[in-house]
């Protein structure tokens, strides 16, 4: 079993149409960030959260780290073709631990 | 923001052959770098944590025979996968961190290994 696991796995969108991704634990992560990767390139971060309850926004994305700081979301609002992506979240565990989430996969069609 | 530089960035060779990937931390010091491998449209597995002059940690399942990572200075990893087979095929990232706790970890770009 993943430590993060994310829904959906994958997701294909109409142009325009809003989106959550969501990334769920049973462990409380000390910070939480998630991260944008293109076919053939590395990941990209986006964000940090590290509050519980932090609401962080990046232009049409928001991003939110649950109260206990075991989850967060993304959501995407007027998804773009440019959106397009593999989203991962990832979190760090006291004692310098990281785990990547499953990954979802968008893909935003014109 | 900080810049990492993987090279090569793709690598075709024929099995049997060793290949080494470099991961360069180009403007700040990395003390730690890890190295990850990757799946069509799947998530980073991580293979081990290196840590500048000391050996790296593997994660279980990982052959570190297979896979030799050297992190010998605080801007340069490498990760040699030794005698490499057709199922060794995968795209390798690398990331570097300075350290401090919850810093995050910025990417280099990947290698894509084909092993014919």
């Known amino acids: 079993t993943q430590l993060l696991e994310q829904s959906p796995q994958f997701l294909s969108i109409q142009e325009g149409e809003n989106l959550t991704v969501y990334c769920n634990s049973s462990s409380v992560f000390s910070s939480l960030q998630w991260y944008r990767q293109e076919p053939g390139e590395g990941p990209v971060l986006l964000v940090t959260v590290v509050t519980g309850g932090e609401v962080k926004k990046l232009k049409r994305l928001t991003f939110q780290f649950g109260d206990a700081r075991k989850d967060s979301s993304l959501h995407i609002t007027a998804a773009q073709p440019g959106d397009t992506g593999l989203y991962l979240c990832a979190g760090d565990l006291p004692g310098n631990q990281f785990y990547f989430g499953t990954g979802t996969s968008l893909t935003v069609i014109p | 923001g900080a810049v990492v530089s993987q090279h090569p960035s793709w690598v075709i060779c024929k099995s049997g052959t060793s290949v080494k990937i470099e991961c360069r931390s180009l403007?700040?010091?990395?003390?730690?770098m890890f190295w990850y491998r990757q799946f069509p449209k799947q998530s980073l597995m991580l293979m081990a944590t290196?840590?500048?002059?000391?050996?790296?940690?593997?994660e279980q399942g990982v052959e570190k025979d297979k896979f030799l990572i050297n992190h010998a200075s605080l801007t340069l990893s490498t990760l040699t996968v030794t005698s490499a087979h057709p199922e060794d095929s995968s795209f390798y990232i690398c990331?570097?961190?300075?350290?401090?706790?919850?810093?995050?970890?910025?990417f280099g770009d990947g290698t894509r290994l084909s092993i014919l």
């Open positions: 990331s570097a961190s300075w350290g401090r706790k919850n810093q995050p970890q910025h």
């Open positions: 290196s840590n500048e002059g000391s050996k790296a940690t593997y």
């Open positions: 403007d700040f010091q990395a003390t730690t």
